[in-house]
């Protein structure tokens, strides 16, 4: 293992975990009570959670001033949809040299504190034969890893889906915390146009708790990510409406799963008119609706409101972010990112050695320009027209 694996490492408080896990626990804050089954509901004890801190500690570290999240994680199936549209085949080879171009931008980590990897990013070398995870953290990028396996129809609901992966979740997480990784992803989607039904909703929270909690407990900061999707012709109201209901369902099982606040992450998607509405919102409406949304629904404990960019443009992205950090917010407002950071550097690429160079700047050109506007301070000066171009996707799978 490498020296910057093994720093990481370090903290990893394996043996009090096993011990931890032996009794019934209700976490609160950063204790664990612990009721063993021999003893009387009297007998409760108190002691740490064998990961709370460390939790807090990444959590923060994550939303730390004028950073964001560079979201990297595209399934081999989207990735190959990527690559196809600059004519490159979907090989192990070319997602590696795409992923090499990312992870060794120079002086990304000033801009982005953590990468969500693919499973097959986390276990992989670059091109020049270090390991992905090293050069994140030598960049100080903390890696995070996708743990959710996909959406499939959910029988029983209006043509919606929910999300899969809780099976054996528990093995995977230890191996990707032993592997590096100290932040995981669970992505969900509610649908408005299919309803969303009661039982759809109910789903995609309680899917979000369970992995919280089971997360946590391997040392991962979860990032919750109920995805409303983008799809339908609504307005802004219909959006913030389902906004709500979706946040109070997720909040309520976070809370009876005893997942610990101050160490998740939340990845919302920021409230729009549906993409096929006719009324476009400004970055000032987004903004008002989608802090009345976070200021009514998340604890002021949750340390990062971490938003995905969901087939905005880069530039609708970056000014909506900006808009919303123009005052004072209880939580870190930042960005968590794919489309909205890797369009125009994929399109540099084009998959050529000879414009490496070319397309890592443009992902600095984005990286800056949405840590300026975690910083309130961006002023859309110099955008170029692909920036501007809108990625919306119907339907669209990650
Ligand atoms: P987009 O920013 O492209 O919506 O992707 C973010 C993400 O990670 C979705 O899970």
Known sequence: MSAASATLLKSSPIIDKFEWVKGQSLRQGSATFVQRHSTSPSALTVRASSYADELVKTAKTIASPG????AMDESNATCGKRLDSIGLENTEANRQAYRTLLVSAPGLGNYISGAILFEETLYQSTTEGKKMVDVLV???????????????PLPGSNNESWCQGLDG?????????????????????????????????KEAAWGLARYAAISQDSGLVPIVEPEILLDGDHGIDRTFEVAQKVWAEVFFYLAENNVLFEGI????????PGAECKDKATPQQVADYTLKLLHRRIPPAVPGIMFLSGGQSEVEATLNLNAMNQSPNPWHVSFSYARALQNT??????????????????????AKANSLAQLGKYTGEGESEEAKKGMFVKGYVY
Do not use: H
């Not at 690429?349 to 984005?366: F, S, Y």
């Open 67 to 70: 950073r964001g999240i560079l």
């Open 345 to 366: 550097c994929l399109k540099t690429w084009g998959g050529r050695p000879e414009n490496v160079k070319a397309a890592q700047d443009t992902l600095l050109v984005r």
């Open 169 to 201: 979740l528990s093995s995977r997480t230890a191996a990707y915390y032993q592997q590096g990784a100290r932040f995981a992803k669970w992505r969900t989607v509610v649908s408005i146009p299919n309803g969303p039904s009661a039982l759809a909703v």
């Open 265 to 272: 992450l939340l990845k919302p998607s920021m409230v729009t």
């Open 138 to 152: 030598e960049q100080n990028i903390v890696p995070g890893i996708k743990v959710d396996k996909g959406l499939v």
